[in-house]
Structures are given as C-alpha cells and as structure tokens.
C-alpha cells in the first residue's frame, strides 16, 4: 500500500506526515472532549478538563509550527544555493 494515498497534502501540494498527524491528532482530541463524561455499556470515558484539552492542542500545534517554520528555512536554504 503506498502511504503517499492516505496522506492529507500541505500547502505546497505533498502529501505531508505532519498534517495528517496534526488534523488525526486535533480530531482524536476532540472526540476525547466530547466523550468525556458519558458512560458506554458500563465504561465511563474520564473527564476531560479545559487544562488538559490545552495540552494537548498546545503540543500539536507546537509540533506542527516547529515543522512549518523548518520547511521554510529549508525553501530559503534551497533558493539561495540554485542563485
């Protein structure tokens, strides 16, 4: 199975691991959000707390501006070598 398929494309229209990490990541955490609280055949999902929720959407967007700005230096680095 090519990967390459599955992949959600960044801005520059690749398939990035990145954004698919962070878009699965930003919905999981959601999902966990809403969930939360509710009972399902005798499981009751955790509490889910607004620090938590913080957390866990500060790391991935963390991670994934880490990764943008990184790109870009490497878009300049790149340009800079062909001139």
Avoid at 23 to 49: D, M, P, Q, R, Y
């Amino acid at each position: 199975m090519d990967l390459r398929k599955v992949l959600i494309k960044n801005t520059d229209g690749k398939p990035c691991v990145v954004t698919t990490a962070f878009v699965l990541g930003f919905a999981i955490v959601n999902l966990k959000l809403i969930l939360s609280g509710f009972t399902i055949k005798e499981v009751t999902l955790s509490a889910f707390t607004g620090g938590e929720y913080a957390a866990a959407l500060g790391a991935l967007g963390a991670i994934y501006v880490m990764r943008r700005g990184q790109h870009s230096k490497l878009k300049e680095g790149n340009s800079e070598e062909s001139s």
